[in-house]
Structure formats: structure tokens, C-alpha cells
């Protein structure tokens, strides 16, 4: 059975920093694309950052480049999400998606809440 644990969450003042993790089991971790996906109150849930499995690029929202870093450790099955520079517009629930392009599977995570106000 597959499962992403997302953690790291919280409240943090604009301008502070959070590191989320994800922690992925069941599945052959190197060779998914794993990505992280925010849903704001009120809006559509939108890609914030994503790495294929063999890239050496990562894609990034425009809302989020410059302060946003995702990164992938294959030996431990986790990614993260370094987020610096939060302002109070980066407040949502932040998911990890995993997604192999040729079996078509496609996980999510449950989420976890990111605050960012003072």
C-alpha cells in the first residue's frame, strides 16, 4: 500500500521559513516524479514545485521561484520543501504527489496546513 506522509506544517510570521517533508512507502521511490501542490480556501489546488525522477531540473510556480526549494533524498524516500521568505498569500494546504508517467498511478498525500500570518 502506498502512502505519503506529509509534516512540517504550521504557523510562521510572513518573512519566516518552514521546511516540509514527505515520506513515501510502498512504492519504487526513485522512479516517480514527486511534486508539491498547494490548495488555498477558496481556490484550485496548484502545482508549487515538481522533480522527475532522472531530472537534474525542477520546476517551480512562478508565485513561489527564488524562495521555494524542493529537494529529493532517494535513499530515504523523502522529499522536502524549503519555503523562505513566506508571505501571507503562500497560507494553504501543501500536498505531495507522486506520479509514475508509465504505469498512469498516480498518489497523494493527506496534507499538511501552512499559516503564514502575524
Known amino acids: 500500500q502506498v502512502q505519503l506522509v506529509e509534516s512540517g506544517g504550521g504557523l510562521v510570521q510572513p518573512g519566516g521559513s518552514l521546511r516540509l517533508s514527505c515520506a513515501a512507502s510502498g512504492l519504487t521511490f526513485s522512479t516517480y516524479a514527486m511534486s508539491w501542490y498547494r490548495q488555498a480556501p477558496g481556490k484550485e489546488r496548484e502545482l508549487v514545485a515538481k522533480k522527475r525522477s532522472v531530472a537534474v531540473s525542477t520546476y517551480y510556480a512562478d508565485s513561489v521561484k527564488g524562495r521555494f526549494s524542493l529537494s529529493r533524498d532517494n535513499a530515504k524516500n523523502t522529499i522536502y520543501l524549503q519555503m523562505n521568505s513566506l508571505k501571507p498569500e503562500d497560507t494553504a494546504v501543501y500536498y505531495c504527489?507522486?506520479?509514475?508517467?508509465?504505469?498512469?498511478?498516480?498518489?497523494w498525500g493527506k496534507g499538511t496546513l501552512v499559516t503564514v500570518s502575524s
Open positions: 504527489n507522486a506520479a509514475h508517467s508509465t504505469y498512469g498511478t498516480d498518489y
